[in-house]
Nanobody, 126 residues
């Protein structure tokens, strides 16, 4: 059983930065494909970023590419989402997720993920 706990959400101004953290227990993050998804009010949950297990390959949604970075911290058994140049459309609840799969065609789909955190809210405004 994997348990995930997000932290670091909050409010930021347009163009600002936030760093989300996801602490994992029950399995090492290095042996698990980890991802971040987000869900804005009235919208479906969407893929943000992922890092495949055992390696450092990262994948991003086009909407965040070049602005967000997913980073794994093996020492703290955590993953982080560094969010820079934030935009109002980044406002959402952000969820950390974990799965045993590493199949590239599936890791951007929320249905591929077995374990989820509770979510942390991010609000971007002027």
């Amino acid at each position: 059983q994997v348990q995930l706990a997000e932290s670091g959400g909050g409010s930021a101004q347009i163009g600002g930065s936030l760093r989300l953290s996801c602490a994992a227990s029950g399995r090492t993050v290095s042996s698990t494909t980890m991802a971040w998804f987000r869900q804005a009010p009235g919208k479906e949950r969407e893929f943000v970023a992922a890092m495949r297990k055992y390696g450092s390959n990262t994948y991003y949604a086009d909407s965040v590419k070049g602005r967000f970075a997913i980073v794994r911290d093996n020492a703290k058994n955590s993953v982080h989402l560094q969010m820079n140049n934030l935009k109002p459309e980044d406002t959402a609840d952000y969820y950390c997720a974990a799965t045993n799969t590493e199949i590239l065609s599936t890791i951007t789909r929320f249905t591929a993920y077995t374990y989820w955190g509770q979510g942390t809210q991010v609000t971007v405004s002027s």
